[in-house]
């Protein structure tokens, strides 16, 4: 299991997510924009996966991923 917090993950605030796989720390992220930051969700939600916005965050996101420690 590891923790990131929302603006780790691109997000504006502190709030710890976390995830067993990174699949699953995408999905509990998306969880706590659609209900913290609604308006941020629903732009991530309408850019095509093939964006370059969307690409260059999964990089980052698959690189921050692989160096965060587990937290338990």
């Given amino acids: 299991m590891k923790t990131?917090?929302?603006m780790q993950m691109g997000g504006p605030c502190e709030e710890?997510?976390?995830?067993?796989?990174?699949d699953e720390m995408m999905m509990n992220?998306?969880?706590?924009m659609e209900m913290a930051h609604p308006d941020m969700a629903a732009d991530i939600k309408a850019m095509p996966k093939d964006d370059?916005?969307?690409?260059a965050w999964s990089e980052k996101f698959m690189k921050d991923w692989a160096t965060t420690p587990d937290s338990m």
């Fill in 29 to 32: 992220g998306m969880k706590h």
């Fill in 4 to 6: 990131m917090t929302c």
């Fill in 16 to 22: 710890k997510i976390m995830g067993a796989t990174p």
């Fill in 52 to 55: 370059p916005k969307m690409v």
